[in-house]
């Protein structure tokens, strides 16, 4: 009789599980995806980054499965904010010239940064949705509206799409730009998703790392990172990642999309560099798994390597994706720049900086309880020739 009742519950679980994971590939299904065939698959085959059957980082990433478990059970308080996060709302008019300098950088949260570069206007992982995930009632949820209303945004040069997680890749904004008169630019494998969604396959550019699209003359790089793909369960690393590095005429710009350390960022410095702004990630991260972030200490390493002059820290501050808290990003960021006697700017949300301008902090956060960088440091693995 005990027997039967176990089955039965064990059946009813097994129905339960199998009808959640139904409702939710129905709900999701258009967020999901597609996959690459075709050319586009062949050509991703054909990358040195191809590897049976998916794409693999030279220095492979590595995970402690139980840290993550405990550490996220050992979350900070102030994972998120308590109070309105301060926002400077977009002036639309702000664009109708081009800023002094040449170069201008306006963060509008996460990884969503409006680049000026030379007369040219780049966009980088576009994250307007409510939240990054393939479903609109569960996943993180922004802490605050985009300053700049996607319908507000000015014309664009070009999209820029680091990867398709999606914290990068927000399938509404996606369809909702998929008209803009704009060239997309994203790794390879990844046109797959956009032309699933409606973006004209013309206006789609899949570059390899090392590979390089012009927009006027504006060169858009596409350059290593460390880091993964991933939609589902089932199309974990079958999409490429990268980072880019803007060329223009007076000014160069490194976008490091997600990553973690990696020795060929000093190729990418002596390659494309010097940089009069490196936009690094500095958020998100765990010692379980850092090679995937970055981590604030080691952006700093980063900016060193690739050949930064300023550096402006992004995703942070829009997202609750780990279990640090909120500010923590920023102030190990500050801390490790003073300590390494590198130019750091950091605006609010809206705020746009001139990097030539070396603009003081903004230390627009509030002050919080945060964990400094020697007490829990995020040390990628794979990178002992690279010093501190």
Same mark, same amino acid.
């Given at each position: ?29 258009? +967020? ?15 990358? @040195? ?45 702000? *664009? ?9 950088? &306006?963060?509008?949260? !996460?990884? &969503? ?6 007369? !040219? ?22 802490? /605050?509206?985009?300053?700049? @209303? ?15 997680? /999606? ?28 032309? /699933? ?14 590979? &390089? ?40 710009? /490194? ?37 995937? !972030? ?24 829009? *997202? ?19 300590? +390494? ?29 945060? &964990? ?17």
């Amino acid at each position: 009789m005990v027997r039967q009742w176990i089955k039965r519950l064990g059946l009813a679980a097994i129905g339960l599980l199998a009808l959640a994971i139904g409702v939710f590939e129905v709900s999701g299904w258009r +967020s999901f995806g597609h996959r690459a065939t075709g050319e586009r698959r062949a050509r991703m085959e054909r990358s @040195p980054q191809w590897q049976g059957g998916a794409f693999e980082n030279p220095q492979p990433l590595w995970n402690d499965v139980w840290g993550s478990l405990t550490g996220m059970m050992s979350a900070s308080e102030h994972v998120r904010p308590s109070a309105p996060v301060p926002v400077e709302p977009v002036d639309p008019a702000r *664009f109708q010239e081009a800023p002094p300098s040449g170069l201008r950088v &306006t963060w509008l949260g !996460h990884s &969503t940064v409006l680049v000026e570069i030379d007369g !040219h206007r780049v966009l980088t992982d576009p994250v307007f949705g409510r939240r990054a995930s393939p479903l609109g009632w569960i996943g993180p949820e922004r802490w /605050y509206p985009p300053p700049l @209303p996607l319908a507000q945004v000015p014309p664009v040069d070009a999209v820029v799409i680091s990867h398709d997680h /999606y914290d990068h890749l927000d399938e509404a904004t996606l369809t909702a730009i998929k008209d803009w008169n704009t060239t997309f630019i994203v790794p390879l494998g990844v046109g797959a998703h956009l032309e /699933y969604w409606g973006v004209p396959p013309a206006r789609i550019v899949e570059l390899d790392w090392w590979e &390089t699209a012009k927009v006027g003359d504006l060169e858009i790089n596409c350059v290593p990172a460390r880091h993964a793909s991933g939609r589902t369960l089932f199309d974990q690393n079958a999409k490429l990642w990268a980072g880019y590095a803007f060329v223009g005429p007076r000014h160069r710009a /490194y976008f490091s999309g997600d990553t973690g350390l990696f020795p060929a960022m000093a190729e990418i410095g002596r390659k494309l560099g010097p940089f009069d702004v490196t936009m690094i990630e500095v958020g998100q991260y765990n010692r379980a798994w850092p090679d995937w !972030h970055i981590g604030p200490e080691q952006a700093l390493i980063a900016h060193r390597l690739v050949g930064g002059k300023v550096f402006f820290p992004i995703h942070w501050g829009l *997202f609750e994706l780990a279990a640090h808290g909120w500010t923590e990003p920023m102030e190990r960021a500050v801390a490790a720049a003073e300590k +390494s006697g590198a130019v750091i700017v950091g605006s609010r949300p809206g705020h746009g900086v001139e990097p030539d301008a070396r603009p003081p902090m903004d230390r627009w956060w509030p002050d919080e309880p945060w &964990t400094p960088g020697d007490r829990d440091p995020i040390v990628s693995t794979k990178v002992s020739g690279i010093s501190p």
